[in-house]
């Protein structure tokens, strides 16, 4: 009888709902870009996926940029945005690689997305606080390592790439 009961317990502790099970996931993207067609290169992340503790749906992204493009990002700091992509923008994007993220480290990233956000002033800076080191910052929190070389800091695709080739524990190969 005993070993009925146990049997019993077993079955409907399976049967029962547990505890919510989350992933969520960054996505490192870079935008080729065309000055031509009045779109830069810009690299930025999405966060997408489920997040353990609460079972909300994430479903975001953000990048890093001047709040508008003139003649000024080329003379220092300008107004800064942080903005979000549209669907259909993303699809043409090249996504690079993934991390998987726990809920503490999405909070941190959303945490950090928004001091970039309401930093007072003017941060963004061509040569100094760009897209890139935007989404090298998400990357150093999750223990990458991130370096900025002069000759790619206005090219994301290829920033990218170095950035997955710092970190062979990605496995990612060169886009």
Partial sequence: MLGLLKRLVLVLALALPGPVLGEVRI??????????????????????????????????????????????????PVEHIVFTEKPEQIRRTNRHFTLTLTDAQYRRIVAEVEAWRSAPGRHYDLDTRNCIHFVGRMAELLGLKVDYPADMLRRPKKWLNHIAALNPRLGVRPL
């Avoid at 870079?30 to 930025?44: A, D, I, K, L, W």
């Avoid at 609460?54 to 003649?71: K, L």
């Fill in 27 to 76: 996505h490192f993207h870079s935008f080729n870009g065309s000055v031509m067609f009045g779109r830069y290169p810009h690299t930025f992340i999405v966060l997408d996926g489920t997040l353990e503790e609460t079972g909300a749906v994430v479903n975001e992204n953000y990048g890093f940029s001047a709040r508008s493009v003139s003649p000024a990002v080329l003379r220092g």
